[in-house]
Structures are given as C-alpha cells and as structure tokens.
C-alpha cells in the first residue's frame, strides 16, 4: 500500500512559479513509476507529467512541457513538479498518482495509476 499526500499549491500570478511536493509511504515508493494529473472545475481529469520508477524518463503533456519539470528524490520518497511560466488555464487541483507494478515507468492513462493523492490547489491569477 502507498499513500501520497502532494503540497506546494497556492495562489500564483502569471508568470510566476510554484514547486509541487508528492511525500509518499511505503517501502517500494521507490520502485514505481509516478504521475501528476490536474483537473479544472468542469473538465476531465488530464495527464500533466510522468516520471519512470528510476527517474531517467520523464514525458510531459503538450500544455506544459518546456515549462513543467518533473523529478524524484527516491531516498526522501518524493517526487516533485516544478511548474515556471504559468498561466491562468494552468489552474485546477494537481494530484500525482503511483503504479503498483515495479519498475515502471509511468502512463499517460489515470486508469494505470493504483494509488492517489488528495490534490492541491493551484489558481493562477491574470
């Protein structure tokens, strides 16, 4: 079992930056691959980023990518979301996600995450 609490959101304007924090429990933490989702009032859950288990890959949603960066600290049980350049439609609830299956390397698909945090808030101001 894997639990994640995420930190880090709050109220940014555009242009401004803000660092997610994903903590998670669980010996093999650092076995599997993990993700981040965000999801605006209204709208579908979306795939923001992935990191592989070992933290040599990571992919990006279109939207994001060039100014999101995601990373891990296996020894702290910590995967990150540095988020630079956002912008107001950046806002939603962030979430990051975990497999269960070892060695992975993270998905673009909700569905092939076992485990979920509660999200945070990020609201970009204009």
């Known amino acids: 079992q894997v639990q994640l609490v995420e930190s880090g959101g709050g109220l940014v304007q555009a242009g401004g930056s803000l660092r997610l924090s994903c903590a998670a429990s669980g010996r093999t933490f650092s076995s599997y691959g993990m993700g981040w989702f965000r999801q605006a009032p209204g709208k579908e859950r979306e795939f923001v980023a992935a990191i592989r288990w070992s933290g040599g890959r990571t992919y990006y949603a279109d939207s994001v990518k060039g100014r999101f960066t995601s990373s891990r600290d296996n020894a702290k049980n910590t995967v990150y979301l540095q988020m630079n350049s956002l912008k107001p439609e950046d806002t939603a609830v962030y979430y990051c996600?975990?497999?269960?299956?070892?060695?992975?390397?993270?998905?673009?698909?909700?569905?092939?995450?076992?485990?979920w945090g509660q999200g945070t808030q990020v609201t970009v101001s204009s």
């Open positions: 996600a975990a497999q269960s299956r070892t060695y992975s390397s993270g998905s673009y698909y909700p569905h092939e995450y076992a485990y």
